[in-house]
């Protein structure tokens, strides 16, 4: 087996790890788009027109990103995307923390305000810390085993169209 092709494996499995993260919060909060606002509301950042904004377009924006990367279609750019949430996501833990909020993530569903000491602020941006390195993986080596990207690229290249595979 090449070295190539290892790293091709390690990268399917990045790239299904964060689609299965993806598809899985997003159908979580889009099965309960109220409890969905409650969790949104609850990191008191938003005004209340753009929290409302926001609950009912993240669940299908992760799921967009998770659909996209089970397919392989467009890895590196939705590997962008999906990092850069991640990082609204630590972000918006941290700064609950910072201000004392008592609040669950909302991120696999619940959310909102929780008793003192039931925070899990450390563990919430650790797990967040890990799906941003699968993100990080896919962004310097997006090339991955079963991707649909891979069949349209080779495609190009037989079609004597001079394009290049990844």
Do not use: H
Request: aromatic residues 8%; charged residues 15%; contains cysteine.
């Amino acid at each position: 087996m090449t070295r190539g092709r290892v790293l091709d494996g390690i990268g399917t499995l990045a790239r299904l790890g964060l689609a299965a993260v993806w598809l899985a919060s997003g159908l979580i909060k889009a099965l309960d788009p109220a409890q969905t606002y409650v969790a949104v509301r609850a990191y008191d950042v938003l005004p209340r027109e753009a929290v409302g904004v926001v609950a009912g377009v993240l669940p299908w924006f992760e799921l967009a990103l998770g659909v996209l990367l089970l397919l392989g279609i467009g890895t590196r750019a939705v590997a962008w995307l999906s990092a850069g949430l991640l990082l609204v996501f630590v972000a918006g833990v941290t700064q609950a923390w910072a201000r004392g909020l008592n609040i669950d993530c909302g991120c696999f569903g619940g959310g909102g305000a929780v008793a003192p000491g039931q925070t899990q602020y450390v563990q919430e941006i650790l797990r967040d810390t890990g799906f941003l390195l699968l993100a990080a993986w896919l962004i310097v080596r997006p090339r991955t085993l079963f991707a649909v990207e891979n069949r349209l690229a080779g495609s190009l290249v037989t079609s004597g169209s001079g394009a290049e595979r990844n």
